[in-house]
């Protein structure tokens, strides 16, 4: 056979191997009824070829295509429900009232005389060894929960230290040495538990019950350096196991009740107050160690841990204050505490953790300012300190947007202002008192203008402070503060008749008429309701109560002139359609007629207010004080039946005619008999006047 027949018959072979996969093809899209169409681009073999999801024999010409491995699932550990927590800790709770009642079962037995105290402490420590020794047992024989095994552990190590304190310390049977030896021995199995087992709750109990120990071996006149290295040496082999089980929370307790144990031994012992506070440092850098090697800057919680590293230290500079205290040169200390911040700072930076490092910044900068507060500097600087370090706090939590964080923060920072604002006055006027008055003002200014800065996404915590209108109350607070800064400033140097604050309350008034020129966003949702609200109350106080009108006073008179044309120009804005009305339009369209007829209302008074003030300190005639008085009341009532009409408005023409006739009672029963000839000439050609221009202009309409 030649080769030309050969090359024929295979062609013919491929063919109908391409024929028949083409019908198997056609038939499994018949069954799915999935129409196909074939490229016209590719060759006659690709286009008849069996598609790899119809599991159909590839040709073995063409290649096959490498195989992608799926990349690997991650495991996701379930979370456990709050009924299987409850019963995770069941054995815990069951554990210590068991003791309990084993130790009260002893003193009971002891009381009557059964057992002598040596008899006792034997069956206590017999007690210990039996709940390891059963723990032991039903672990290795695989015999109900982890959480039942853990909880016997944990209850061996809490009747050893009770029953070691116990023998030691109330019936001396055991020396105090001897009792040391016991109570590390059991400390150092605790730990080993804890190890073993990866369990967070038992280090963490194993963490508060160790650091008791020092109050005990307070008591058993001990050397507080011995203590005090043991605190050190027992924080130092949590650590251990707080880094092999990523034990976070464990490691934030264990630090609290080490610092706090340090802190009571110093306090306890007015010597050598600097080996305390070298002790201190040591469980702090050993903390932040600790802190940096487990802090995940990828994780969800991170603000979390930030904020609690950062309450730790602030926490921690508070109680080294407080041990350094009776020291010379304590800023030593301090210094060697910046330091350390710093040193955080930096690997923070390195690894380009910015939450860490803008917490350890602040950390540093605080410490900084606590060391010059310890320094021999004068007095006053102290008042410009302190409430920074506070404002400072604030600033941090709301960097870190550390819910607890805040909350301590602001209410540190809300009683150094407090103390601040009473304890200083505005004089001398260029005073470091005065400066101190004025500071914690501009940082409550600053909070809230970080406070209320965009977020894209609010946490649980933010949500319910918007919902609390919390940052809209700090403008509130902002603006008080001002006022009541103000109110110092009046009088100090410009109180006059009454000793009324004239300049607050002008500053009141251009504060309201500001706040509604200010969108909502920038000035918040309640700055403007209560600042409304005070504004009418000051107006019927400094217009209506007649108390005030002693004494001439110019900044009086200027105080009654500047809330007259504060509240004539909002009417003017609103009937006009101005700013104000563009900006609360929803609200202000529906509510025209009642703000507007207050608002006349409101004018007269003061009107009516000024022109009273004038005549009682001599300043105006009474007679043409009465003329002018009336004249008043008809010019209102005409301007409000003018403007009813015109922007058909009924409430207020309501008003306009009450004026109207409360008008005309008051000039035909009080003004014609107090007033002589040419004064009611004029009066009634004035009120003549008004009158024929008031009915033409409403005839006209």
Request: proline share 3%; net charge positive.
């Amino acid at each position: 056979m030649s080769l030309e027949m050969e090359q024929r018959i295979a062609k013919l072979e491929q063919e109908m191997m391409d024929l028949r996969h083409e019908l198997e093809g056609l038939k499994r899209q018949q069954s799915v009824e999935k129409p196909s169409t074939l490229s016209v681009k590719k060759p006659m073999v690709d286009q008849f070829a069996p598609k790899p999801v119809q599991n159909s024999k590839s040709n073995s010409n063409l290649k096959p295509k490498p195989k992608t491995m799926p990349a690997p699932e991650k495991k996701v550990q379930p979370q456990r429900t709050f009924e299987e927590r409850i019963m995770w800790a069941l054995p815990k709770l069951f554990m210590v009232i068991l003791v309990m009642g084993v130790l009260w079962g002893l003193k009971l037995v002891s009381d009557y005389g059964y057992l002598s105290n040596e008899v006792k402490i034997i069956l206590a420590y017999a007690l210990s060894l039996a709940l390891a020794a059963i723990a032991y047992v039903l672990e290795r024989r695989k015999i109900g929960s982890s959480a039942i095994t853990i909880s016997l552990y944990g209850g061996a190590f809490i009747v050893g230290i009770l029953t070691t304190a116990a023998s030691a310390i109330l019936y001396e049977i055991i020396g105090l040495t001897m009792a040391l030896v016991i109570a590390a021995v059991y400390i150092v199995y605790s730990i080993a538990i804890s190890y073993l087992k990866k369990n967070e709750g038992l280090t963490i109990f194993i963490a508060f019950t160790s650091l008791l120990l020092p109050y005990l071996l307070e008591y058993m006149n001990l050397s507080p350096i011995i203590i005090l290295i043991y605190v050190v040496v027992l924080f130092t082999m949590l650590q251990f196991v707080i880094h092999q089980h990523k034990q976070k929370l464990a490691l934030y307790i264990a630090t609290f009740f080490s610092v706090l144990a340090v802190s009571i031994i110093a306090f306890m012992n007015h010597d050598n107050r600097v080996v305390f506070a070298i002790g201190f440092l040591v469980v702090l850098t050993i903390f932040y160690t600790s802190w940096c090697r487990l802090y995940n800057a990828e994780s969800k919680l991170k603000y979390v841990h930030v904020g609690l590293q950062f309450s730790l230290g602030a926490f921690s500079l508070l109680l080294l204050n407080f041990i350094i205290s009776p020291i010379d040169y304590s800023e030593a200390l301090l210094l060697i505490l910046v330091c350390l911040f710093a040193a955080l700072a930096g690997y923070g930076y390195k690894q380009k953790w910015q939450e860490a490092f803008d917490s350890a910044v602040t950390l540093a900068f605080i410490t900084l300012c606590n060391t010059l507060l310890v320094m021999n500097l004068p007095e006053k600087v102290e008042h410009l300190l302190i409430p920074f370090i506070t404002f400072a706090g604030v600033m941090m939590s709301l960097r870190l947007r550390a819910s607890l964080l805040k909350v301590v923060g602001s209410f540190s920072f809300m009683i150094a202002l407090a103390i601040s604002f009473f304890i200083h006055e505005p004089t001398p006027f260029f005073s470091i008192d005065h400066v101190s008055l004025i500071m914690p003002g501009i940082y409550l200014l600053i909070i809230y203008v970080y406070a209320r800065r965009p977020k894209e996404t609010l946490t649980v915590f933010e949500k319910l402070m918007k919902d609390l209108y919390v940052v809209d109350f700090l403008a509130v607070i902002t603006t008080g503060y001002f006022l009541a800064y103000t109110g110092k400033l009046d009088v100090t140097y410009f109180a006059g008749a009454g000793n009324i604050p004239h300049l607050m309350c002008i500053i009141l008034a251009l504060l309201f008429a500001g706040s509604l020129l200010v969108p909502t966003k920038y000035k918040g949702r309640a700055l403007t309701p209560v600042l409304s609200v005070f504004f009418i109350l000051f107006t019927l106080m400094l217009e209506a109560i007649p108390y005030n009108m002693q004494g001439v006073d110019w900044l009086n008179i200027l105080t009654r002139i500047v809330y007259i044309a504060v509240i004539v120009a909002i009417m003017i804005d609103l009937l006009m359609k101005g700013r104000i009305y563009q900006i609360y339009q929803e609200q202000i369209a529906k509510l025209l007629d009642i703000i507007v007829s207050a608002g006349v209302v409101l004018t007269m008074i003061s009107v009516l207010g000024l022109i009273s003030h004038l005549t009682y300190n001599g300043l105006l005639d009474w007679k043409l004080s009465i003329a002018f008085s009336t004249i008043t009341l008809f010019l209102t009532a005409s301007i409000s039946l003018w403007l009813s009409t015109v922007r058909n408005l009924r409430i207020l023409r309501i008003t306009g005619f009450v004026i109207l006739v409360i008008g005309f009672i008051k000039l035909i029963f009080f003004d014609l008999s107090a007033l002589d000839l040419l004064i009611r000439a004029v009066l009634f050609i004035t009120i003549g006047g008004i009158g024929l221009l008031l009915s033409g202009r409403l005839l006209r309409k």
